[in-house]
């Protein structure tokens, strides 16, 4: 028996189109693969738990406001974060002794371990994505998908 097509959601070949909607199927990809990786780990993190403690991670001391500012994420949603961090043991928190009303965040010693294995993580999937391609390959990939980058921040 034929496996039926699907043509329903199928576009003419248009290059410039389908340049974009291969890009975002590599991240689904990869982002699928670390959330798997994310989710069967120890601490259960999700994938912006894991954009929190990168952001803490790269920015210790920094505070709740300038992670909402870094992000442009909702306040609440970040506190709800921040909160559930601190409450596994992956976020420490010191009041600021400039000013006793901020609170200064950094990652424990637990949080810098989860920190470090999703960085590798993170290297060997990038790692796999470009098995195969020659080093002039990738720089030659990486200059282009700037390029791209750039055509759309200047639109």
């Given at each position: 028996?034929?496996?039926?097509?699907?043509?329903?959601?199928?576009?003419?070949?248009?290059?410039?189109?389908?340049?974009?909607?291969?890009?975002?199927?590599?991240?689904?990809?990869?982002?699928?693969?670390?959330?798997?990786?994310?989710?069967?780990?120890?601490?259960?993190?999700?994938?912006?738990?894991?954009?929190?403690?990168?952001?803490?991670?790269?920015?210790?001391?920094?505070?709740?406001?300038?992670?909402?500012?870094?992000?442009?994420r909702?306040?609440?949603?970040?506190?709800?974060?921040?909160?559930?961090?601190?409450?596994?043991?992956?976020?420490?928190?010191?009041?600021?002794?400039?000013?006793?009303?901020?609170?200064?965040?950094?990652l424990?010693?637990?949080?810098?371990?989860?920190?470090?294995?999703?960085?590798?993580?993170?290297?060997?999937?990038?790692?796999?994505?470009?098995?195969?391609?020659?080093?002039?390959?990738?720089?030659?990939?990486?200059?282009?998908?700037q390029?791209?980058?750039?055509?759309?921040?200047?639109?």
């Amino acid at each position: 028996m034929r496996k039926p097509i699907d043509i329903v959601n199928q576009s003419p070949k248009q290059p410039e189109a389908d340049v974009l909607e291969l890009v975002h199927s590599l991240m689904h990809s990869y982002r699928s693969q670390q959330y798997r990786f994310l989710r069967d780990g120890p601490h259960d993190i999700t994938h912006m738990d894991g954009k929190v403690l990168g952001f803490f991670g790269r920015h210790p001391g920094a505070t709740q406001k300038d992670l909402v500012q870094h992000s442009g994420r909702d306040k609440a949603q970040l506190a709800r974060l921040i909160k559930g961090l601190r409450d596994r043991g992956l976020l420490a928190a010191a009041a600021d002794e400039a000013d006793r009303r901020n609170v200064r965040l950094s990652l424990t010693a637990d949080g810098q371990a989860v920190q470090r294995a999703l960085q590798q993580q993170a290297r060997r999937l990038s790692a796999r994505a470009v098995a195969g391609l020659s080093d002039a390959e990738q720089r030659q990939l990486f200059a282009l998908l700037q390029r791209v980058s750039g055509n759309l921040a200047s639109a």
